[in-house]
């Protein structure tokens, strides 16, 4: 199994390689450039070379092959190759390919195809997409013979066997004896699909992981480590997450065993609890415990509460404070604890500030010392002299709600966006 490790690496310049395109408005024009910059170590820089095509698909792959760009309405695709590439031909033999697909239009069934096969977070996507295709013929599952490995809540890498289908042979590269190395990245809230497949003779394989690791790079991603907070010894991997490399720098991906999971600050301690109503995760400088007693100093919590389960009151409530969207909801729950509406709140706390992120997320700010989404009881943060900083979103149909409040110390505040975004851009969720 391949892995994604970028270590010794240090900005190097690789030779920019211009490529023919041709698509459905007619042909444009390949790009110029000057020598690009990538973080690889410099003995893999020697190897490779960007090609890009006039649609802005790009990719690393061996110097001195040869390139051609296709672009229609599902999106744009660059084939790679030591011979020569055209339009639609079924690729043989060594190559990268490089596709991008917009969840809008037509490229929504390609999309809709790689979800439904490795992201199942994003299981609402492929929801919407049968809508209205009642034969449409969707997969289930991954293919049983590719090796899978998560490394984020949007990233997959995978190895589709020699001989084998599977998510390698699911577009341009045709099956043969070699395996094939690839990534798929979900990008954006709608999301678009980035997928790069690589089939590298066997003296030049070495380089795939790289190749691969740029692509994900390109797509706005960074590595964090990863902690495993469940586990007596932590597994030594990291994740990608959509944060710059400064942040990234400073930040690492705590999970907890039920697949919880936030960004904080290197070299913290984090524990979890859970139930049958939701689950916590606690991320915090210091050691983790859990009592009745709100938690002071610098902390990371995230509450998970399953809308359908006697936690929807908690759910109810924050949905009344800063989603109007889904009253509904908070009907429901009023009627079902038989609560007059006098008795439940209504709008956001004076003394939060919000920012909205669609109609299903919205990161808060509780000033310090102030009542508000960061002091409610189950989110068990003191209310202290300094700001609580945080994300409500909405997840699924239910809806289930997943909660992120923290504290951070002056000289770290500015990782908040970070976290937050990340938090947003983690969380699969529909489109209402």
């Known amino acids: 199994m391949m ?65 051609f760009e296709s672009y229609d309405a599902t999106g744009n695709g660059l084939v790679v190759r030591p011979g020569a590439v055209s339009w639609g031909m079924e690729v043989e033999g060594p190559a990268v390919v490089a596709e991008v697909r917009s969840s809008g239009a037509s490229g929504r069934f390609t999309v809709a195809r790689v979800i439904a096969r490795v992201f199942p977070e994003f299981q609402w996507f492929v929801d919407g997409v049968r809508e209205g295709f009642d034969e449409l013929d969707l997969p289930s599952g991954p293919v049983a013979t590719d090796v899978l490995k998560r490394r984020g809540p949007r990233v997959v890498e995978y190895r589709t066997l020699g001989g084998m289908d599977g998510l390698g042979t699911d577009g341009w590269l045709k099956k043969e004896a070699w395996p094939i190395d690839g990534v798929v990245v979900l990008v954006g809230e709608t999301p678009d699909l980035v997928r790069v497949n690589v089939r590298l003779p066997e003296r030049l394989r070495w380089l795939a992981p790289f190749v691969l690791g740029e692509a994900v790079r390109g797509a706005g991603l960074a590595l964090v480590p990863f902690v495993e907070c469940a586990a007596a010894a932590p597994a030594a991997r990291d994740v990608w997450v959509p944060v710059t490399a400064r942040a990234a720098g400073a930040l690492a991906y705590y999970q907890s065993g039920l697949g919880t999971g936030v960004l904080g600050p290197r ?71 038989e609560t007059p509406a006098s008795e439940f709140p209504s709008g956001p706390f004076p003394g939060d500030r919000l920012t909205y992120r669609g109609d299903r997320a919205v990161i808060y700010r509780t000033e310090a010392g102030a009542e508000g989404l960061g002091t409610l009881p189950w989110v068990r943060i003191a209310r202290t002299g300094t700001a609580i900083e945080g994300v409500a979103v909405l997840v699924g149909d239910a809806p289930d709600l997943k909660h992120v409040s923290m504290r951070l110390p002056e000289r770290l505040r500015w990782l908040a966006p970070s976290i937050l975004g990340a938090a947003v851009e983690g969380e699969g969720k529909p489109v209402k």
């Open 3 to 67: 892995l994604l490790v970028l270590a010794l690496a240090v900005w190097q310049t690789v030779p920019f390689v211009g490529c023919p395109t041709d698509g459905q408005a007619g042909p444009v024009a390949a790009p110029t450039g000057g020598p690009v910059r990538v973080s690889l170590p410099a003995r893999v820089a020697a190897e490779l070379a960007y090609y890009k095509g006039g649609q802005g698909t790009g990719v690393l792959a061996p110097r001195g092959w040869q390139c």
């Open 267 to 337: 070299g913290w301690q984090c524990g979890e609890l859970s139930g049958s109503s939701g689950d916590y995760l606690v991320v915090r400088p210091g050691a983790v415990s859990f009592g009745a007693a709100p938690i002071e100093g610098p902390v990371i919590i995230v509450s998970n509460w399953r809308g359908e389960s006697p936690a929807r009151w908690q759910v109810g409530q924050v949905i009344a404070r800063v989603f109007p969207g889904f009253r509904r909801f908070v009907d429901g729950v009023m009627a079902a604890f």
